[in-house]
């Protein structure tokens, strides 16, 4: 069983690229940090997020490991086609056209079940994207260099261990 700790978790449900597209997104990153500056994200890090729940007990990680073996996530792609930016954290973003369907009904399926299970939504809209640059210090976007598609197969339940970057484990993986 993966290590859930003894202390609260800081988990999300994400899908996680394949290694090639990692590095593809790595690059995207590395094209567009010359003309919003900000820091890389380290390819191993890279993701969308579907749901972000935050600090969890051992109690609630142990209860969404069971509900993650128990999902099934019906196969499909999505195409990253553009960067995006939020400004007031200051994140450079590379992204799906707004209203990919698929993301947004993963979505929205994941907070109808998560909230059966007691968590609650938050307020903010939802927006697909992989962070590819935090910290940004100019947010005049170039065009993306291409198009990617990303093909998923499942869900993840990651914990993000507290520290300067970032560091990331899967818990758990859905069906």
Sequence with gaps: MPDTR??????FFALWPEPALARTLAAWARDVQPACGGRLMRPDSLHITLAFLGAATSAQTRELLHYTHQCRLTPGSVRISRYGCFKRPRIIWAGPEAGHTALAEMHETLWRDLTAL???????GFTPHVTLLRHAERFELPA????LDWPYAHLSLIASDPGGQARYRELARSR
């Design 6 to 11: 003894d202390g609260p978790n800081r988990l």
């Design 144 to 147: 993306a260099p291409g198009e």
């Design 118 to 124: 007691g968590w609650s939504r938050p307020e903010q």
